[in-house]
Protein backbone atom coordinates (compact mmCIF):
# COMPACT_ATOMS: atom_id res chain seq x y z
CA UNK A 1 0.00 0.00 0.00
CA UNK A 2 1.39 3.55 -0.87
CA UNK A 3 1.92 5.26 2.21
CA UNK A 4 2.74 8.38 0.47
CA UNK A 5 1.55 11.50 2.05
CA UNK A 6 -1.45 13.02 0.62
CA UNK A 7 -1.99 16.61 -0.28
CA UNK A 8 -5.82 18.04 0.89
CA UNK A 9 -6.69 20.68 -1.15
CA UNK A 10 -10.12 22.88 0.38
CA UNK A 11 -11.70 25.12 -1.56
CA UNK A 12 -14.82 25.80 -0.17
CA UNK A 13 -18.59 24.84 -1.15
CA UNK A 14 -21.43 23.17 0.43
CA UNK A 15 -19.03 20.62 3.17
CA UNK A 16 -17.99 23.88 4.60
CA UNK A 17 -20.90 25.95 4.72
CA UNK A 18 -22.23 26.72 8.76
CA UNK A 19 -25.92 28.21 8.90
CA UNK A 20 -26.09 31.51 10.68
CA UNK A 21 -29.63 32.35 12.22
CA UNK A 22 -28.94 35.28 12.39
CA UNK A 23 -28.71 36.29 9.40
CA UNK A 24 -30.82 32.97 8.01
CA UNK A 25 -28.28 32.18 5.36
CA UNK A 26 -26.00 29.48 5.28
CA UNK A 27 -21.86 30.90 4.63
CA UNK A 28 -18.33 29.36 3.79
CA UNK A 29 -16.35 29.28 7.25
CA UNK A 30 -13.09 27.84 8.22
CA UNK A 31 -12.78 24.31 7.01
CA UNK A 32 -13.96 21.47 8.66
CA UNK A 33 -11.84 18.95 6.61
CA UNK A 34 -8.89 18.10 9.70
CA UNK A 35 -11.43 18.29 12.01
CA UNK A 36 -13.27 15.63 10.04
CA UNK A 37 -10.17 13.58 9.49
CA UNK A 38 -9.42 14.31 13.08
CA UNK A 39 -12.62 12.75 14.40
CA UNK A 40 -12.19 9.83 12.10
CA UNK A 41 -8.87 8.70 13.46
CA UNK A 42 -7.03 9.27 10.11
CA UNK A 43 -3.15 8.30 10.56
CA UNK A 44 -1.83 8.03 7.22
CA UNK A 45 0.34 11.23 6.33
CA UNK A 46 -1.27 14.76 4.48
CA UNK A 47 -1.38 18.16 4.32
CA UNK A 48 -4.13 20.78 4.27
CA UNK A 49 -3.85 23.45 1.92
CA UNK A 50 -7.16 25.88 2.43
CA UNK A 51 -6.88 27.50 -0.69
CA UNK A 52 -10.18 29.82 -0.92
CA UNK A 53 -13.59 29.66 0.53
CA UNK A 54 -16.52 30.17 -2.66
CA UNK A 55 -19.61 28.32 -3.31
CA UNK A 56 -18.23 26.39 -6.57
CA UNK A 57 -21.19 28.62 -9.12
CA UNK A 58 -18.96 31.54 -7.88
CA UNK A 59 -15.18 30.27 -9.00
CA UNK A 60 -13.56 31.77 -11.99
CA UNK A 61 -11.45 30.23 -14.41
CA UNK A 62 -8.86 32.18 -12.44
CA UNK A 63 -9.79 30.69 -9.21
CA UNK A 64 -9.83 26.65 -11.62
CA UNK A 65 -5.97 27.63 -12.64
CA UNK A 66 -5.08 28.60 -9.11
CA UNK A 67 -6.12 25.18 -8.13
CA UNK A 68 -4.68 23.66 -11.18
CA UNK A 69 -1.62 25.57 -10.41
CA UNK A 70 -1.58 24.31 -6.44
CA UNK A 71 -1.95 20.38 -7.66
CA UNK A 72 0.57 20.77 -10.49
CA UNK A 73 3.53 22.74 -8.30
CA UNK A 74 3.09 20.07 -5.27
CA UNK A 75 5.41 17.65 -4.38
CA UNK A 76 2.49 15.28 -3.36
CA UNK A 77 1.39 12.98 -6.42
CA UNK A 78 -1.83 11.90 -4.49
CA UNK A 79 -4.59 14.88 -4.24
CA UNK A 80 -7.63 15.48 -2.77
CA UNK A 81 -9.52 18.37 -3.48
CA UNK A 82 -13.17 19.09 -1.70
CA UNK A 83 -15.26 21.35 -4.02
CA UNK A 84 -18.78 22.88 -4.18
CA UNK A 85 -20.45 19.95 -6.15
CA UNK A 86 -22.14 22.18 -8.66
CA UNK A 87 -19.24 22.89 -10.72
CA UNK A 88 -17.11 19.92 -9.61
CA UNK A 89 -16.93 18.62 -12.88
CA UNK A 90 -16.09 21.40 -14.41
CA UNK A 91 -12.89 21.80 -12.43
CA UNK A 92 -11.84 18.00 -12.54
CA UNK A 93 -11.90 18.76 -16.43
CA UNK A 94 -9.26 21.73 -16.07
CA UNK A 95 -6.66 19.25 -13.93
CA UNK A 96 -6.88 16.70 -16.59
CA UNK A 97 -3.94 18.11 -18.14
CA UNK A 98 -1.24 17.33 -14.85
CA UNK A 99 0.64 13.96 -15.40
CA UNK A 100 1.72 11.68 -12.61
CA UNK A 101 -1.17 12.68 -10.21
CA UNK A 102 -3.81 11.31 -8.65
CA UNK A 103 -6.27 13.65 -7.71
CA UNK A 104 -9.88 13.06 -6.43
CA UNK A 105 -12.69 15.40 -5.49
CA UNK A 106 -15.07 15.14 -2.90
CA UNK A 107 -17.94 17.24 -1.60
CA UNK A 108 -20.91 17.36 0.20
CA UNK A 109 -25.02 18.05 -0.38
CA UNK A 110 -25.24 18.84 3.30
CA UNK A 111 -22.73 20.52 5.58
CA UNK A 112 -20.71 18.69 7.41
CA UNK A 113 -21.62 20.54 10.67
CA UNK A 114 -24.99 18.83 10.11
CA UNK A 115 -25.44 15.76 12.15
CA UNK A 116 -27.15 13.83 8.65
CA UNK A 117 -24.64 15.09 5.84
CA UNK A 118 -22.68 12.89 3.48
CA UNK A 119 -19.55 14.73 4.31
CA UNK A 120 -17.58 12.66 6.46
CA UNK A 121 -18.25 9.32 4.31
CA UNK A 122 -16.95 11.17 0.51
CA UNK A 123 -14.04 12.59 2.37
CA UNK A 124 -13.59 9.08 3.77
CA UNK A 125 -14.13 7.67 0.13
CA UNK A 126 -12.04 10.08 -1.72
CA UNK A 127 -8.74 9.51 0.97
CA UNK A 128 -8.92 6.16 -0.07
CA UNK A 129 -9.69 6.11 -3.65
CA UNK A 130 -6.43 9.10 -3.47
CA UNK A 131 -4.11 5.65 -2.16
CA UNK A 132 -5.63 3.14 -4.90
CA UNK A 133 -6.42 4.71 -8.20
CA UNK A 134 -4.66 5.40 -11.12
CA UNK A 135 -3.45 8.60 -12.00
CA UNK A 136 -6.22 10.67 -13.38
CA UNK A 137 -8.83 12.71 -11.87
CA UNK A 138 -11.73 10.83 -9.99
CA UNK A 139 -14.96 12.19 -8.22
CA UNK A 140 -15.95 10.44 -5.38
CA UNK A 141 -19.91 11.02 -4.24
CA UNK A 142 -23.09 9.00 -3.82
CA UNK A 143 -20.64 6.26 -2.46
CA UNK A 144 -19.07 5.89 -5.92
CA UNK A 145 -16.12 6.78 -7.47
CA UNK A 146 -16.64 8.51 -11.06
CA UNK A 147 -14.13 9.44 -14.19
CA UNK A 148 -13.66 12.82 -13.02
CA UNK A 149 -14.09 13.11 -16.75
CA UNK A 150 -17.41 11.00 -17.60
CA UNK A 151 -19.38 12.31 -14.90
CA UNK A 152 -22.27 15.23 -14.18
CA UNK A 153 -24.22 16.40 -11.39
CA UNK A 154 -27.95 15.33 -12.01
CA UNK A 155 -29.44 18.55 -9.92
CA UNK A 156 -32.75 17.28 -9.48
CA UNK A 157 -32.25 13.93 -8.18
CA UNK A 158 -29.01 15.37 -6.27
CA UNK A 159 -26.50 12.95 -7.59
CA UNK A 160 -23.88 12.25 -9.76
CA UNK A 161 -24.02 10.59 -13.29
CA UNK A 162 -21.81 9.03 -15.49
CA UNK A 163 -22.11 10.35 -18.96
Not at 18 to 46: G, N
Amino acid sequence: MDRSPILIVTTGGTIDKQYFDALSEYQITESVIEKLLATARVTHPFRVIELMRKDSLELTDDDRALIAATVANAPERRVVITHGTDTMAETAKTLAHIPGKTVVFAGALAPARFAESDAAFNLGMAFACCQTAAPGVWITMNGSVFDGLKVRKDREAGTFVEI
